[in-house]
């Protein structure tokens, strides 16, 4: 199985961005811990991250054929990109949307998410290991191959 994993805006910043609501982990340490939990399930992972709209679009069309499906946090864009939204429903590929803050903890405004209806879960809160949580979610849900040992 092959995963994309796609970021939407300010994500590269993680580690110094608002340290209090996203963690102090840089987004290359969290990478590198999930593509460790990866290979234990025989999982390939594909990262991307785009601060645009259209590059998460762009980013969703053209891996459409080479993964079996999309491990997205697609930062604010969640709350208002029916352009996204579209996006995935069109791509036809199962999708987990992931936060690494609880939304409806936040902001009112993020209390809202236009794509999720278009995905297949949701998970959210459990700061880094809501991306790992993902994983595990495509992996059950797929039946995949048991995990090996270090």
């Known amino acids: 199985m092959r995963l994309l994993v796609l970021n939407g805006p300010s994500l590269n910043l993680l580690g110094e961005r608002e340290p209090g609501v996203y963690g102090q982990e840089t987004w290359d340490e969290i990478a590198a811990r999930l593509a460790r939990s990866a290979a234990k399930f025989g999982v390939e992972l594909a990262f991307d ?83 790992e949580l993902a994983l595990e979610a495509f992996v059950r849900r797929a039946g995949a191959a048991e995990v090996t040992e270090e």
């Open 49 to 131: 991250q785009h601060n645009s709209e259209g590059g998460l679009i762009d980013a969703l069309q053209r891996e459409r054929r080479s993964v079996q499906g999309v491990i997205l946090n697609p930062g604010a864009y969640t709350h208002y990109s029916y352009a996204l939204r579209d996006a995935i429903a069109a791509v036809a590929l199962p999708v987990i949307e992931v936060h690494l803050s609880l939304p409806e903890a936040r902001e009112r405004f993020r209390h809202r998410s236009v794509i999720a209806a278009a995905c297949i879960g949701r998970i959210a809160g459990f700061g880094a290991l809501s991306y």
